[in-house]
């Protein structure tokens, strides 16, 4: 059984960098076909994806948030890692990892995803 757990601080100034890591049990995240990724709800909104890393180590980034947003994983400790930069409260929300599978020309779905772990922008 996979499992993914976020952690981080839950309170970030504005303007700082927002810094989360997921910590994935279960199954490698350098296992074929599997990509890793962030997903985030604002307070009332709708699920945001981010972007997210793959197997091979390749990232790939929401346009809207690809000029402050950076992915990276240690594989040693099996976990990958959300920066956001100059966050403002519109980045308030509860952040989710999750896995996806998309093998050529299919895709499975996100089939595991954290609990999610609320972070506020605020002074």
């Known amino acids: 059984q996979v499992q993914l757990q976020e952690s981080g601080p839950g309170l970030v100034k504005p303007s700082q960098t927002l810094s989360l890591t997921c910590t994935v049990s279960?199954?490698?995240?350098?296992?074929?076909?599997?990509?890793w990724s962030w997903i985030r709800q604002p307070p009332g909104k709708g699920l945001e994806w981010m972007g997210g890393i793959a197997y091979s180590g390749s990232t790939y980034y929401s346009p809207s948030l690809k000029s402050r947003t950076s992915i990276s994983r240690d594989t040693s400790k099996n976990q990958f890692t959300l920066l956001v930069s100059s966050v403002t409260p519109e980045d308030t929300a509860v952040y989710y990892c999750?896995?996806?599978?998309?093998?050529?020309?299919?895709?499975?779905?996100?089939?595991?995803w954290g609990k999610g772990t609320l972070v506020t922008v605020s002074s």
């Open positions: 999750a896995r996806e599978r998309i093998a050529g020309s299919l895709y499975y779905g996100m089939d595991y």
């Open positions: 279960g199954g490698s995240i350098t296992t074929n076909y599997y990509y």
